[in-house]
């Protein structure tokens, strides 16, 4: 089995004996490999007896597998950085040739030229590896899964073939352009599909393209009939999609592409009514439908196929992918109070701003800013659902421009973010799940930019059971862990259901709690005792049923 989609399904198996020397040679080279993490931006340095991924594979006869130079280059556009190598796995009928350059693209399909100068002007000069191959496919009219590791420029997979096969704007009167939206593009939290729309915007540069971010203010806007003829795409979260087609306001049947991004996300429970409620609204025939995530659970994935007609299947797989340059660690903190501790110790030594630092809930993740700003830690910042939206949109503007160099986000809210350069993730609580840690450490930006990544996973006693799960995936991208963590035994399949339900305080600092609870107690009586004061009354015990 291809060892992303091992991963990305869940149930990580290392088999130590198997691969007893790879893991022995391995070894041997820690000591340079952590002092620098991040020399290793070439898929050729790492050894070939290392590449247990590729020797570990078997070829289905429906697979194509291949092994290419990802042509990204970093986001700087400094072409002189090493490129990485990923390994792409095809599963499919009749599956289209990749692309090498976005030229080869534009010769095949007749791209525009404005939007190859659009790419090229934003600084994408190569495609990357899931470009290569999924561009071609949906630019063929297939259904897509995609699946290839966070940071890997999904997002331009699909835009750039959305915008092309829509070929104008409808305000262009040369296409067939019908009645309505033409394509739609669904995302798991406003902050990501605030994202997608402006990476719509660039490749939309230059041509009357309506792209509209779907909102409440748009949602109105566009309950006009003639208002939405106008609109090419647009970008959604489905609870706010959904919203509209119930109230009639907003019709489906003119859309030919549907997107999902964070499909993992989107198919799960949480989502899956909205989801389905959308596609039954999507009534053009021949619709295109794409999914496109990091991982991909066996569950989601089934629900996926069955969505798709005839899909492709694309994993971008991990031999080396942006895990295996992130310097991995799991770190033994106890308990829950000790965590805080450790963490402003942490804080005290040098570290690589920015910091991305995961909570398990909303109240946990402005509780640990709250009290990070009370330590004295500079520039921190809190992003969670919570949250405004104003205030979370200034978070994210922060961030983005630099001025945060502490994020303390959940992971709800994290999902599919592209915080710029973020060299150092904190697991602060454990993750949920296997999936859940692979997406919250390939936050770090290394891979594109050549820099160095750190992630560091904080465990309690409590996550013990689950923490065998973790190490497997550190193993599995080339890292070692102590030895006496190699051999806990494996979860069970019930235990491993149970990982991420771990019930943690609100307040991540519960002496702080006390302190508060006793402010408030006092701030109360004496509240009262002004009171009882203003009208002259005697302190009397609280009544009771028998004082009446
Ligand atoms: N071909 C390219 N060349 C250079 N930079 C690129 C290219 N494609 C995308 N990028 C940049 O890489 C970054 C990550 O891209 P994107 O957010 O699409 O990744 P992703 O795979 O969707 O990640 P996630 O899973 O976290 O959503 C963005 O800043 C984007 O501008």
């Known amino acids: 089995m291809e060892a992303f989609q091992l991963l990305s399904r869940g149930g990580v198996q290392f088999n130590k004996n198997r691969f007893r020397k790879d893991v022995e040679i391995f070894n041997g080279k ?15 340095e790492l050894p070939a007896a290392l590449n247990f991924f ?3 594979k078997k070829r289905k006869l429906d697979e194509e597998p291949d092994e290419e130079d990802d042509p990204k280059s970093d986001t700087e556009g400094d072409n002189s950085i090493p490129r990485q190598r990923h390994r792409v796995t095809t599963k499919g009928s009749n599956i289209p040739e990749y692309a090498e350059t976005f030229e080869d693209l534009r010769d095949r399909y007749q791209l525009s030229s404005l939007l190859l100068s659009n790419l090229s002007n934003n600084g994408y000069s190569h495609p990357t590896g899931i470009q ?18 966070t940071g890997t420029g999904k997002t331009i997979s699909y835009l750039l073939p959305t915008f092309a096969s829509l070929r104008a704007p409808v305000a262009s009167a040369d296409v067939d352009a019908g009645l309505g939206v033409r394509a739609v593009i669904l995302a798991p939290t406003r902050e990501l599909a605030h994202q997608i729309h402006n990476e719509c915007l660039k ?81 053009y025939p021949n619709i295109q439908k794409a999914v496109f995530s990091a991982t991909l659970p066996a569950n989601a994935e089934k629900i996926a196929m069955d969505m798709l ?28 109070a000790s965590k805080l501790p450790s ?46 939206k104003k205030e979370r949109e200034d978070a994210v503007s922060r961030m983005r421009k630099g001025e945060s160099w502490v994020m303390v986000s959940t992971e709800v809210m994290a999902r599919g973010m592209d915080f710029k350069g973020v060299r150092e ?29 750190k992630a560091v996973t904080f465990f309690t006693d409590d996550d013990g059971p689950y923490l065998k799960s973790i190490a497997n995936v550190i193993l599995q991208s080339g890292q070692p862990v102590p030895e006496w963590m190699s051999k806990l035994p494996k979860p069970s399949k019930m235990k491993r259901k149970q990982m991420g339900k771990t019930k943690r305080p609100e307040m991540v600092n519960a002496a702080r709690k006390i302190g508060r609870n006793d402010a408030i107690k006092k701030r109360e009586m004496i509240a009262g005792s002004k009171r009882r004061k203003a009208k002259g009354a005697t302190p009397t015990a609280p009544a009771t049923s028998e004082d009446s």
């Open 30 to 44: 820690l000591e340079t490999e952590q002092q620098q993490p991040q020399a290793s931006t070439s898929g050729s």
């Open 54 to 56: 590729k020797s570990g």
């Open 132 to 149: 290569s191959y999924g561009i071609p496919i949906l630019l063929e009219s297939r259904d897509l899964a995609a699946i290839s590791p």
């Open 203 to 283: 490749l939309a540069q230059g041509r009357k393209w309506r792209v509209v971010l779907f909102s409440k203010a748009t949602a109105n806007t566009l309950s006009d009939k003639a208002a939405r003829d106008k609109v090419d795409i647009i970008v959604s979260t489905p609870l706010r999609l959904v919203a509209s087609l119930q109230s009639g306001s907003l019709s489906l049947s003119n859309v030919r592409h549907l997107i999902f991004d964070e499909a993992d996300r989107m198919l799960d429970n949480e989502f899956l009514p909205q989801i389905e409620e959308i596609v039954a609204a999507c009534t």
């Open 309 to 336: 007609h005839d899909p492709i299947r694309v994993v971008v797989g991990l031999k080396d992918t942006p895990l295996p340059l992130i310097v991995q660690s799991l770190t033994y903190v106890a308990d829950d």
């Open 343 to 388: 963490l402003l110790t942490y804080f005290s030594q040098p570290y690589n701003p920015p910091v991305l630092i995961f909570t398990s809930s909303q109240p946990r993740a402005s509780s640990l800013a709250e009290e990070l700003v009370l330590n004295g830690i500079s520039n921190v910042d809190c992003l969670h659902a919570g949250m405004s």
């Open 425 to 453: 993730v904190i697991n602060y609580d454990f993750p949920t799940t296997v999936q859940s840690y692979i997406h919250r450490i390939g936050k770090c930006r290394t891979g594109r930019a050549g820099r160095s990544g």
